[in-house]
């Protein structure tokens, strides 16, 4: 069972910027695809971007393309979220989570495929 760990949340001011961190354990992470989601207050959970299990582009939501970097470093079993330009909109409890299927061929993963979650880390962008 792989467990999942974000850092990196905080309060910014708009057009600020955060780096999200994952760490993962459990597994060999490096075969997996992973993904970021995040729950606006009230709302439903999203899709934020993912990544291959050999990295490369990303795929992305609209909302947060050129704007958002996610990266991975299988070395460290490690999953990035930089984000820039910060817009009240994204504020969120972001979660990284992991693909069920290892050596996808594409770093576009049913939201359903996704088998693995972290606890989430709160972040917050002030206007």
């Known amino acids: 069972q792989v467990q999942l760990v974000e850092s990196g949340g905080g309060l910014v001011q708009a057009g600020g910027s955060l780096r999200l961190s994952c760490r993962a354990s459990?597994?060999?992470?490096?075969?997996?695809?992973m993904g970021w989601f995040r729950q606006p207050p009230g709302k439903e959970r999203e899709f934020v971007a993912s990544i291959k299990w050999s990295g490369g582009s990303g795929y992305y939501a609209d909302s947060v393309k050129g704007r958002f970097t996610i990266s991975r470093d299988n070395a460290k079993g490690t999953l990035y979220l930089q984000m820039n330009s910060l817009k009240p909109e994204d504020t969120a409890i972001y979660y990284c989570a992991g693909d069920s299927r290892p050596f996808r061929s594409s770093a576009v993963v049913p939201s359903a495929d996704f088998g693995s979650w972290g606890q989430g880390t709160q972040v917050t962008v002030s206007s």
């Open positions: 459990g597994r060999t992470f490096s075969i997996y695809a």
